[in-house]
């Protein structure tokens, strides 16, 4: 059986915590898209963590881990983040890499920072991680798959091409440094040698295990809104966010995966530019940021503060719909019990007319939040483990989301540990 666990709106909703508990009852964890540019941070009985390409699932002994081939791999990064987790005491994890995966080179990090340099106050907000420019290679053809790292008369004349062609915008484009072939191989020798241990037809791995009735689950980053195709374009990320693209980027059939938990959040935060109608802004900003997430709410992987908004139906229920959720899990619903009244946006208003349905960019640039007041329940429930023990306020608002959804919250989390979380029978 397969299980995919993506998000439904800007990311950092808190998948990290549900696939590293729902890790338990899994035998294979695949990561099937994105790269080191969005963490997910976790917190267990090791300690907390914020991971960027390892897996969730890293944490048990019992799960094989897999960098799947719609990756992005940064491969130091890749050893650093398995060196960092064994030297805080956790076991050494079960890895595997597809073969077929494409490897983020450090121009492709250089690239990202020039870019973001030359566009000025038209930035998109990257993280500078070197996603963009990676994409963009793999989709010219002109990126290197980690099976060409095993092919030495290949990767020399690759390299060749790629460094002539890159220097001709590092030199006339961004007037910088130009790439060293001779360093450029030398280096991905060095890649080689770190990722040999763990390459193999990981497609060909899953297939076999789905056979023997093994459980995998499919790790998406990020959420619906960063889509390239469904998102907030153009301040998106540069791969596939959906669930759909979890059969792609893991190298499955479609028909294999057949849960989707899409992980939505009980407010609203995001990481960079673009469009955000139920963003808020001051004191009020100030005080849910600090209160939210575990120490606040930051970026896993900038230290950014978030952006913060009211819980926005609009967006979410787009954002489930888009995923095919087909249940929900709500997340840091604890962070909102110090609040009399929380504002939940139902409607955009966009040239005089109340839409409930998500529009393109364009028209979301003019959209205006419309609110619905819900009474607050001023109560901690943190601890609380079952649902009938949650504070009346607290179960209508779960209830009023789940029908603004229209897709069934399965699990309400209400603290950033393991097993902090609500498990809630359907009718």
């Keep these: 059986m397969v299980r995919a666990i993506v998000g439904a709106n800007w990311g950092d909703e808190g998948k990290g915590k549900i696939t590293d508990m729902l890790g338990e009852q899994s035998d294979i964890i695949v990561r099937f898209q994105g790269g080191s540019n969005a963490g997910h941070t976790i917190i267990n009985d090791y300690g907390k963590f914020a991971l960027h390409l390892l897996p969730s699932g890293v944490f048990y002994q019992h799960t094989t881990c897999i960098i799947g081939n719609g990756v992005a791999l940064n491969i130091p990064y890749l050893q650093k983040e398995i060196d960092d987790i064994v030297s805080k005491g956790v076991p050494k994890p079960h890895i595997l890499v597809s073969d077929r995966a494409q490897i983020l080179m450090p121009y492709h990090i250089d690239f990202d920072a020039y870019e973001e340099e030359r566009l000025g106050g038209k930035a998109f907000g990257s993280t500078k991680s070197g996603i963009a420019p990676f994409y963009s290679d793999k989709y010219a053809k002109i990126g290197f798959q980690v099976s060409e790292l095993f092919d030495e008369d290949t990767l020399v004349e690759k390299v060749a091409r ?70 907030i374009y153009p301040m998106v990320t540069s791969s596939s966010t959906l669930a759909a693209y979890g059969a792609i980027g893991a190298g499955i059939a479609p028909y294999e995966i057949k849960d989707i938990i899409t992980v939505v959040k009980a407010y609203s935060s995001a990481v960079g530019a673009g469009e955000f109608v139920s963003e808020i802004f001051g004191e009020e900003a100030d005080e849910l940021r600090r209160r939210g997430g575990d120490g606040g709410e930051f970026g896993a992987t900038t230290g950014r503060p978030r952006r913060m908004g009211w819980f926005d139906a609009v967006a979410s229920r787009y954002g489930v719909r888009m995923q095919g959720a087909t249940e929900v899990a709500l997340t840091v619903l604890d962070v909102l019990g110090y609040l009399d009244e929380i504002p939940v946006c139902v409607g955009y208003e966009i040239d005089g007319e ?8 364009a028209k979301l640039k003019k959209a205006k939040p419309v609110y619905e007041v819900l009474p607050g329940w001023k109560e901690e429930i943190r601890g609380i483990t079952k649902y009938e023990d949650l504070p009346e306020n607290c179960r209508k608002y779960i209830e009023f989301i789940e029908k603004e959804l229209g897709v069934p919250v399965t699990m309400v989390s209400n603290g950033p540990g393991r097993h902090e979380i609500i498990h809630r029978a359907q009718a």
Aim: net charge negative; proline share 6%; charged share 25%.
């Design 162 to 231: 790629v460094a002539e062609q890159k220097n001709i915008l590092l030199e006339h484009m961004y007037h910088k440094p130009l790439i060293d072939p001779k360093e450029l191989l030398e280096t991905l020798h060095e890649y080689r040698d770190m990722v040999a241990p763990y390459v193999c037809d990981t497609s060909l791995y899953i297939s076999n295990a789905l056979k023997e009735g093994k459980t995998v689950l499919l790790e998406g980053q990020l959420g619906t809104l960063k889509d390239p195709d469904f998102g």
């Design 354 to 361: 109340v839409t409930k349905d998500f529009p393109v960019t």
